[in-house]
């Protein structure tokens, strides 16, 4: 390129030509130079770019090993806490095989036991019988050579009528003598037997066709009001057997014997008529007394749902296995459960007896026979109210269960929580009236629903007799329900449990001890 500077010649005198000269060459060079260009611009800010980029990129990786680094650790401790369960549970399955096996040893070598006994029971009384009846010809002999050799004093020594041969072994029976007097006190009586005499003597009444027995040639039979009692007794007392058999001065067997059936007496006579769903009159009255305790309309029961424990089955351990009784007793613990239904005042108008105890109480309601009455179509606009346990469903009202609940659903609730508080309370007259039903007992599991149907009905015919539970004897229950995992079953049912809330809250049924 060639410079824009230009001197005409003869400007400058001769003794500077040189320097001129000098500083146009040097121009001429500096023109001839490569000046920056967009290019040389834009490959820098390239360069920039880049590594900026490559410091991104590191920084993204370092984040994505430290994210992975996290989630190893993070499967690791899982792992970790996953083998310890599982050894937790293998030490608990170990356990409980042992003590199973232990259990079935002990039954074995019981039965053993009892089978020789039995046996050697069974010789010694054929030895008996044999002599008694060889003693008896003998003496028919003699009293024919008497006869033959004296007919008149052969005829004043026969016997009148036949004779009775009794081999019952003889045992007290004072106690029971003391209680069934007239002079026996009322108040001792109900301490013994959790009812008045007039209820007693009403049951009794009510059994005599069915567990009244003739007297034989061997024994006499055990009165009727003896047999009633021994089943109270041991009902209210949940006494062991061998107890039972020195309070009514009776063989253990025939004890257990008379328990199981004056029981299934109770189920047969008495149930149908003091345990059954109520009529459509009856249903009225339930209503309107439910109402006035709550506000909230069209209730016919208040349901729950207990446990009663039990010794471990030899057959569907697992089954009756009671995972949160085990927890919070710190025991291995088996049960079979009790759902109810109550009225007002407290008495059973449905029960459903004998499911496993491991079963929550959604899966027991639909087993149930109510279940079975609702698909029926005989439940329809009517509420039967229940614990969180339970689902909603056209005819099952529960409580809210979300959290952060608005104060119309906590004051929903609050008056939900009063109707269930009688079917709660109920249970715990149920369990403190009867304390069989606190223990495990020695009835056989097969035969256990007869047994828990019986105490039932007994506590309908105590409540609607008015026989107060003595304090001391009132059972606090604990709370074990599980929200179901699908809780809400009915998309009509919760439109209608959200109507009832806004109606308690905003027409003064509601109360407000939540705001406090």
């Known amino acids: 390129m060639k410079s824009d500077v230009s001197t005409p010649e003869g400007d400058f005198p001769g003794e500077y030509s040189y320097y001129f000269g000098l500083l146009q060459e040097t121009l001429g060079q500096m023109n001839d130079l490569p000046l920056p260009t967009q290019q040389v611009l834009d490959h820098e800010e390239e360069e920039k770019h880049e590594v900026k980029t490559k410091g991104l990129k590191e920084i993204l990786t370092s984040l994505l090993l430290i994210e992975e680094q996290e989630k190893s650790e993070k499967f690791e401790w899982d792992k970790a806490q996953e083998e310890d369960k599982m050894m937790l549970e293998a030490n608990h399955k170990k356990k409980t095989k042992a003590m199973l096996d232990y259990r079935s040893e002990c039954q074995e070598y019981s039965d053993v036991i009892d089978e020789s006994t039995r046996v050697r029971k069974r010789k010694s009384r054929a030895a008996t019988n044999a002599a008694v009846a060889s003693a008896v010809v003998v003496a028919d002999l003699q009293n024919n050579t008497n006869q033959k050799t004296n007919p008149t004093a052969g005829a004043a020594v026969a016997p009148a009528g036949p004779q009775r041969r009794l081999w019952v072994k003889n045992r007290s029976k004072d ?8 002079e026996f006190p009322e108040e001792e009586f109900r301490k013994a037997f959790r009812m008045g005499k007039d209820t007693f003597e009403l049951i009794c009444n009510e059994l005599t066709s069915v567990v009244a027995k003739e007297n034989t040639m061997l024994r006499d039979a055990v009165p009727v009001r003896q047999r009633v009692a021994v089943c109270i007794w041991r009902l209210a007392t949940g006494e062991p057997l061998r107890l039972v058999s020195r309070r009514f001065g009776l063989g253990i067997s025939t004890c257990h014997k008379l328990v199981l059936e004056v029981c299934s007496a109770i189920k047969t006579v008495l149930m149908p008529k003091y345990l059954q769903w109520p009529d459509d009159e009856s249903i009225r009255t339930i209503k309107n007394e439910f109402s006035s305790i709550s506000g909230i309309p069209n209730v016919v029961g208040s349901m729950y749902t207990t446990h009663i424990p039990i010794i471990a089955p030899k057959i569907s351990v697992a089954a009756y296995f009671n995972k949160r009784h085990t927890e919070r007793n710190q025991k291995t613990s088996y049960s079979i459960t009790v759902q109810g ?10 029960v459903c007896i004998g499911w496993p105890g491991s079963m929550p109480d959604d899966q027991v309601l639909e087993k149930s026979a109510l279940h079975q009455r609702a698909n029926g179509g005989l439940l329809k606009d009517v509420w039967i109210v229940g614990s969180c346990g339970y689902p909603l469903m056209d005819w099952v009202l529960v409580p809210y269960t979300q959290p952060h609940l608005t104060w119309t659903q906590h004051a929903f609730n609050e008056k939900i929580g ?13 369990k403190g009236r009867w304390s069989c039903l606190q223990k495990r007992t020695e009835v056989k599991l097969q035969d256990l629903p007869v047994v828990l149907g019986a105490c039932c009905v007994l506590h309908n015919i105590c409540e609607m007799r008015n026989e107060e539970v003595d304090p001391e004897l009132m059972l606090e229950l604990h709370d074990d329900e599980m929200v179901p995992e699908i809780g809400l079953r009915s998309s009509i049912a919760m439109k209608a449990r959200d109507s009832i809330a806004h109606n308690l809250l905003h027409h003064n049924h509601a109360g407000t001890s939540f705001l406090s």
């Open 175 to 182: 106690w029971w003598d003391k209680c069934n007097s007239p």
């Open 341 to 350: 239904v109550v009225d007002p005042r407290g008495i059973f108008t449905d």
């Open 418 to 430: 009063e109707i269930q508080r009688v079917a709660k309370d109920a249970f715990g007259r149920l």
